[in-house]
């Protein structure tokens, strides 16, 4: 065979393959209030980088969001959107402190199984992300399984992060109707979701039916929009994955945000007061720029504030009053979320000394109450002082707050509550040689819902079959959470969560089991009781 003949041969292979791409991905328009969307067809179809909100640039910096400008011409949907402005924790891939994204990120996704037409209305899920309230983006979760295989309609979205979606001044509260500041992360995914209510029958989807689900920070995002006026009626279910939304640290109002924002303003070059000079700081340095005099592993900085004209109560207070957005609520954590924080803030290479854990518990919850805390969980109890330190980051900044949250819920609406505990849960990161394993750790049961890899954390390729038949479980109890309000399947029966029993669905490699330890797993008592102190 010639050079010329196996050349030809090449390119008529490479014609054929791309005629068979140019088959398998067909282009797909439709018509949305902001002007026609061609997004791409597949196994699913799906719409990127849709702007739900103008870019929140320039004089809008700092202002809740405005309506996007419609387009004059069909938009290319192929490709997602910028990410918000956020600085790299050097976690995954990228190295830390990188500066990533721009102002203009207000956009979101859409998937939606192919044959799904505009009267299918279908059950839709809006995935909110986490990451702190400081890093993140809707691009990085992919739902097109739970699309194909289940048949609903998914939308993932960005809101601003960091001092750009939470800063609360004495300046922006004077120039608001409402005299009030910060949330504007919040005002962000409630404007997607105003988007969703009228649009999203255009893509097969039911915005009558819509659940909101987030995790970490996008699940305190979930518990903001049970709490918030604003919210009402822009979903009928939620889904409230490792949320920290009962935290002890999670009160900040917005009285006490505005005088701590002060200094921060005045880092930025800015007198107190001067918005016109804070609106001409690169984002970049805004976001590369610190909050002085905040302690503490707990405290959440940058995230949303409380008596507020977007969330009036503290969420706490609004559970407990019953004055929140009355939907059925499926809420869960991780058995072993607090490894995956320990051993991010551990000396790089080093085990956790007794003196670091000590004064990173003392942190915690408080040098007053360390003592009573460190006699609860001693080191020599669990091995090293890491495991110690993870144990307890677990049980009082996660699973008893969550807890906490199902108890006060449960009065009003029906809430399913489970744990997640793979205790060796699929991942592409190393865990310390002080800890044993990550286990269930912060985040990880996301691989197992969306089916999908997450990227530098962990892939479905990973699954042993064991690993598969759980993923299998946990992803169709939030899918039938989804489509009827109840996470019950024929294989794993569901009763709502009773503070009397205290019953939790426990989802393990061995199976699905209905346990009645929780609270005493993770000491909840002691964390009450401590709490009240």
Known sequence: MTL???????????????????????????????????GRQSSVSSFKGIPYAAPPVGELRWKPPQTAAAGTSPRDASQFGSVCTQIASGLFEEPKGTVQGNEDCLYLNVYAPKAASSSAKLPVMVWIHGGGFTSGAGSEYDPSVLVEKHGIVAVTLNYRLGSLGFLALPGLN?????????????????AALGWVQRNIARFGGNPADVTIAGESAGGMSVCGHLA?????????????Q???????????????????????????????GDMACLRRVSAAKIAGTKVSGVRGAGNLVWSPVYRSS??????????AQGKFNRVPVLGGSNHDEGRLFISLIAPRGKPVTPVLYWGGSGLLVGVAKNGQVLGQYPY?????????????????????PALNVASAL????????????????????KSPSDLPGLGAFHSSGLVYAFQTPLVGLADPAQFSPQQRQLSDAFSLAWVN?????????QNSAWKPFDPAVGSVQSFSPGGVTSSTTFSSDHKCAFWTDLNLK
């Open 174 to 190: 004077a120039e608001s109707a409402q005299g009030s500041s910060g949330n504007y992360g919040i005002l962000d995914q409630q």
């Open 481 to 489: 959470f989804i489509k009827s309000g109840n996470p019950s399947s």
């Open 380 to 400: 020599r109890n669990y091995g090293t002082p890491a495991l110690a330190f993870a144990t307890v980051f677990t049980d009082a900044m996660f699973s008893c």
């Open 242 to 272: 490792s949320g920290l939304c009962s935290s002890p640290n999670n009160t900040v109002t917005l009285a006490e945000a505005s005088n701590r924002n002060l200094k921060y303003a005045v880092k930025l070059g800015c007198k107190t």
């Open 4 to 38: 010329t003949t196996r050349s030809s041969l090449l390119l008529f292979a490479l014609a054929v393959c791309a005629a068979h791409a140019q088959q398998a991905v067909t282009l797909q328009t439709v018509q949305t209030e902001g002007g026609a969307v061609v």
């Open 410 to 429: 449960s009065k009003y609406v029906p809430v399913y509550q489970f744990e997640f505990n793979d205790p060796k849960a699929v991942t592409s990161l």
């Open 310 to 319: 977007v969330l009036p109560l503290t969420l706490a207070d609004a559970f």
């Open 228 to 240: 918030s006026p604003l919210s009402s009626g822009l979903f009928q279910k939620a889904i409230i």
